[in-house]
C-alpha cells in the first residue's frame, strides 16, 4: 500500500464525500481509491470512513485522523515546496481560535486585508470564550488573553488593553453614580462576566494610592461570553468591566459612561499561542505576523 497516497485520497474523499468525486480529482480509478481506504482502515485497525450507495462520510475516529491528515499533507507539500526553492504564496487550510470579542471587534473587520495578502489560505475561524484542545481539534494557533496558564505551548505577546468600569447613562439616570468600588458590592447592580470552567465571576479589581480594592460581582446577570457581556452594559444591565477600544464608540456618543475612573485598572494581555513544533508552518508563521500589526494598532502601551 502507498500510504501517503492511500492518506491523500482519503483526505479526499473526506472534502469530497464521495469515493467517486475523490478518485476523479486525483485521476485514480475508483476501484483503486477504495482499495487504498481499505488498507489504510485495516493497517490502523478503525473505520475511517462510513460507506453508503451515494456518499461517504466520515466516523468520530476519520474526523479526529483528517484534521491530523491535513497538517501533515501541509507540512509535506511546504517541505516539498521549500526543497524546489519556490517562492510560492502560503496556501491550504489554516485552523485559528479565537474568543468572541476580539473576533468581532479586532480580526474580522481586518481579515479583508490578510486575504488581500494571503489569498489562497483557506481560514477556519473558530469563535469561542471557552478553552481550546489545540491538538485534539487540529488548531494551528489560538488568540486569548489574560494570565497564562502553565502549558507547553508558545506565547507570543500582542499587546496590552486598557479596561473600563463602566455603565449606561440610563443605568447611571436610575442607579447615581458609585463614589467607591466597594458601594458595587451592595448599592449596584454589577453584569458579571464568569468563567466557563469554574463557573464563577471574575472578580473587580481597583487600585489608588497605594489602596486595593477587589469587588465579587453580586447582580442577577452574568454572561460567559465576552460580546455578549459587552451586550449586557450598552443595554443597561449593570455596571461592568470590559475593554475601552470596543467600547469607544458608546464613549464617544456618551451613551456609556466611565465609572470612577479616579481608580486603575489593571490591564489585559492579548497572546497568540502556538504548539513547540520544530518548523512552524509558513500558513501560521504569515498569520501569527500579521495579527501582531492589527492587535499591535490596540496596544495600550504604545498610546501611553
Known sequence: MD???AIRTFVRIAEAGSFGKAADQLNIPRSTASKLIQDLEQMLGTRLVQRTTRQATVTPEGAAYYERALRLLGDLDEMDAEARRTRAQPKGRLRVDIGSAHANFALIPALPDFQARYPDIDLRLGVSDRPADMVGEGIDCVIRGGELAESTLIA???????????AHRKYIDRHGMPAHPSDLEDKHRVSAYFSSLTGRPFSLR???????????????IAVNESTAHLTTLVSGL???????????????????????PGWRLARHS?????????????????????VVEVFGALDARERA
Open 3 to 5: 500510504q501517503l497516497l
Open 156 to 166: 507570543r505577546k500582542l499587546c496590552e488593553l486598557d479596561m473600563v468600569v463602566c
Open 206 to 220: 481597583f487600585e489608588r494610592d497605594g489602596e486595593t480594592v477587589e469587588v465579587q460581582p453580586k447582580g442577577n
Open 238 to 260: 449593570g455596571i461592568g468591566q470590559t475593554f475601552r477600544y470596543q467600547l469607544r464608540p458608546w464613549l464617544e456618543r456618551g451613551e456609556v459612561v466611565e465609572v470612577l
Open 270 to 290: 492579548v497572546y497568540a499561542m502556538y504548539p513547540q513544533t520544530r518548523h512552524m508552518n509558513a500558513k501560521a508563521r504569515v498569520f501569527i505576523d500579521w
